[in-house]
């Protein structure tokens, strides 16, 4: 049961963050962290055993012990890298998927984005359709949003196709798959008509693996930071979107580099600004003084009981009018 002194001194912000959602200004951000939700208190995620995922620490501890890593450090990028020097990319590709393609069950996380839509819908809002942003593998977005009966199209980034690397794909609902040669005249998404996947670090196709794409070693990582010009890489409805809006960051460490290298690049072309809220345990002093400066709040609070309260939240929302 979420602490409710806990839950009031956030009330301003909650506020805030349901006001986006409702004016279709708010895009969700998320984490390996988002996974995690309702995990059991000391849960420990176990390959091919777990019916959750693992966080990114879980998967370079598992990795580093696999393919006996040498180094004390388990920093997943670099553990990667050894593997691909070591055994070559098709091998590490091929293990991934087989961790990725277990079974897993939905969080409430997964579940409360997937209703969003229809419960905007179902208020006349004239925005109900989401842009969300993720840095994960899994398809549990996907798998969300189809139980709920609602039109998803998926961006994904493409990391090792040697014909369209540093390219996003395009994923119809029926199945069809189109790289995206030209963002500024692409014209068959709109946030108008679907809600939209942004997966930028690529991802694991449940169809077959050779879609599969993740960027997971340092060599991705550097070739991925060097192309993160957006604008120049998705369609321009949804460059637009990047623009003018709020992000929920949910999940995700703020820390991380790559993360800060990508947010530069879309604030530095926002004409006026928007604060952000980032929803995660705990906090240090340089974390809070950092992303004070770029407008970030972040919400000490669990994800689930955070999450709690924005449903209850939308849930209150008036009719449109």
Known sequence: MPDPALLNAYEIEFDAIVEGIADGQVIPF?????????????????????????SGYELACHLAARYKYPLQDRDLARICQFIVEVRGLAPLY????????????????????????????????????????STNYDDLVETAFAQAGERLEVVSY????????????????????????????????SPAQS???????????????????????????????????????????VTAQL????????????????????????????????????IQRSSDALDRRFWSRRNVEILEIPLSAALESLSARIDALPDWS
């Open 30 to 54: 998320l984490g390996a962290g988002f996974n995690l939700a309702d995990r059991p208190e000391g849960a420990v995620w176990e390959a091919s055993k777990s019916t959750f995922l693992p």
């Open 94 to 133: 091929e293990y991934l998927r087989t961790l990725f393609q277990v079974p897993c069950q939905l969080t409430s996380a997964h579940q409360f984005l997937a209703s969003l839509p229809g419960r905007l819908r179902a208020r006349k809002y004239p925005k109900p359709n989401l842009l969300i942003v």
């Open 158 to 189: 493409i990391a090792d196709d040697k014909s369209a690397r540093g390219k996003f794909a395009h994923h119809l609902p029926g199945g069809e798959r189109r790289i995206i040669l030209k963002p500024n005249e692409y014209a068959a998404l």
């Open 195 to 237: 809600s939209i996947l942004l997966k930028i670090h690529g991802d694991f196709d449940p169809q077959g693996e050779v879609n599969d794409s993740f960027v997971i070693t340092e060599d991705h990582y550097i070739d991925f930071l060097s192309r993160t010009d957006l604008s120049n890489l998705v369609p321009v409805l």
């Open 243 to 278: 623009r003018d809006s709020h992000f929920l960051f949910m999940g995700y460490s703020l820390r991380d580099w790559n993360l800060r290298v990508i947010l530069q690049r879309i604030w530095e072309e926002q004409r006026l600004g928007y604060n952000s809220w980032a």
